[in-house]
């Protein structure tokens, strides 16, 4: 069955994310279970089950290649991709972080991170700049950044993988007096607009939850975990990029009625409601398309 994103309820129909984004999900959710590859029928059968034809598939999985996402490999004797080496460790710490996100507390320790690069070599100070945003720092100054200390080990393997780090110094600190730190934490995040992804996240899914909720005590069958394996793949897509725009800053410095908690939750509770479901989908799908080769 081919579960379109249309068919859902909800009080707001969510949009598909970029085929890539959701291909990258795939590849993160089911293809490490299954000796690291998939083939390519098996990607465009699982794409097709949530709207997404296949002209569009095909662009998307040679769009991750050209990138170094994928490589190409034999799948039991079929055409297939696999994630390359360059990535399986950033998906790994990725799983901590997406469906185990920490808060640091507000005595806990800060990471800081600092930079140095010859002007020689620009478009690293550029790499460096837009890897910390993406592993969650703030920006305290240009040439000074922070980050909940919790996220050190992350930070250190990332920059260490990516043959980075003889450009940076990483420093493990507290705030032992000086500014109001909450007022402080206001400008080195854009909390306002993490705060209205999060609102965003939690407009699009209340209704699906709604819908699970009412769902949950029937019995399970191949249509339903095709449905359910549609919303998850969506879901998974639109929350993993929160986590790391979001490093787990102290609740006690943050915004009143911050969204974050309440979206959190709302993950886990789908999550928990649709996982299993979506999984067995796509291992059925996964298998067929092994034997058929």
Known sequence: MTTNVDDRTGPRENPVPRHHQLIVSLFGLY???????????????????????????RSSISRL???????????????????????????IEGDERIFH?????????WLLATFTVPESQRNIRH???????????????????????????AVLAYFDTRG????????MADHVGGADLQQNIGSWWDLPALDDLYSDFLARNRGLL?????????????????????????????????????????????????NALEAEELFQKLHTLLASRAERHADRAIDEHMLAG
């Open 31 to 57: 293809a490490r279970q299954h000796g690291g590859a998939l083939a390519v029928a098996t990607i465009i059968s699982l794409m097709q089950d949530i709207g997404v034809e296949s002209s569009g598939t």
């Open 65 to 91: 290649k050209k990138r170094g996402v994928i490589d190409s490999v034999q799948v039991n004797g079929r055409n297939g991709y696999a994630l390359a080496p360059s990535v399986i460790e950033t998906f």
């Open 101 to 109: 996100p920490r808060r640091a507390a507000k005595d806990d320790q």
């Open 127 to 153: 790499k460096i700049r837009s890897s910390l945003v993406r592993m969650g720092f703030g920006s305290v100054t240009p040439g000074l950044w922070i980050a909940p200390g919790h996220l050190r080990d």
């Open 164 to 171: 980075l780090n003889e450009f940076l110094e990483f420093f």
């Open 210 to 258: 709604e819908s699970w909720t009412r769902r949950v005590d029937l019995s399970s069958d191949s249509e339903s975990d095709a449905s359910a394996f549609a919303d998850y793949l969506i879901l998974v897509t639109q929350w993993r990029r929160l986590p790391y725009l979001d490093p787990g800053l102290p609740i006690e410095l943050l915004p009143e009625k911050w």
